[in-house]
């Protein structure tokens, strides 16, 4: 079944346009990862399917449904939870109330998927007292994807999800969205380390000034001469 279609999307910030017919399209199930040189309006395109960015032109559909103009938190209760690079947990709260937080459009017990959240990422169960401004790097990405999952959601959109973390984290984190993903979730993800993240990915994007370079399968397009030559550092 097909989640997620933008069709088109030409977009950014004030006057100027970062997106210049961006087009993708999620299944559920999947892995999606983009990919692209900095500048490439990766992290916009993120944004736009989330009604962070103002659209001139495109559409987005959710399940058929056109979701367009709606707000973060409309999709939210859709089913579309999005977690950006950075200032994506709240400092002064503990590693349990920002779970908690993300819980906030739930009306019901939600302490056994709190309970699914600890096993998930055993680290945050045993530093759930502990303010989340004082986590390592590492640790406050998973606190915001712990959050995300709260509300169950059937797609989940990462932002450069290992940006700046070490290569133990860096593993670990992709790890950890394979489970994810696994569990049923599909994902949508924007990452810089290319070669890790389509080595995991179902499908991959790479964009170039806006605009679709390449598509195809996440190993075929880490197989790609030109692709690894100009994106992938070799």
Do not use: W
Request: aromatic fraction near 6%.
């Amino acid at each position: 079944m097909i989640l997620l279609v933008a069709e088109a999307l030409r977009g950014g910030y004030g006057g100027a346009d970062i997106l210049n017919g961006t087009s993708l399209v999620v299944a559920a199930g999947e892995i999606v990862v983009i990919v692209g040189p900095n500048g490439a309006g990766k992290s916009t395109a993120l944004k736009a399917l989330v009604g962070l960015v103002t659209l001139r032109d495109g559409r987005v559909r959710l399940a058929g449904e056109d979701v367009t103009d709606l707000r973060a938190d409309q999709l939210a209760a859709r089913g579309v939870c999005y977690v950006p690079q950075e200032r994506n947990v709240f400092a002064s709260l503990t590693v349990q109330e920002n779970l908690e937080m993300g819980a906030f459009l739930r009306h019901d017990d939600f302490s056994g998927r709190l309970a699914q959240m600890f096993d998930l990422f055993p680290a945050l169960k045993e530093k759930r007292r502990q303010p989340a401004g004082t986590l390592s790097g590492g640790q406050r990405q998973m606190v915001a994807i712990a959050r995300a999952l709260m509300l169950e959601p059937r797609l989940l959109m990462l932002d450069e999800p290992t940006a700046g973390l070490s290569p133990q984290f860096t593993d670990m984190i992709f790890a950890k969205i394979v489970e994810i993903n696994n569990a049923g979730v599909a994902v949508l993800m924007v990452e810089q380390n290319a070669r890790e993240a389509l080595a995991i990915a179902h499908r991959g994007y790479v964009l170039v000034m806006g605009r679709n370079r390449f598509e195809d399968s996440g190993p075929a397009l880490a197989a790609n001469p030109e692709v690894a030559h100009m994106f992938l550092g070799g």
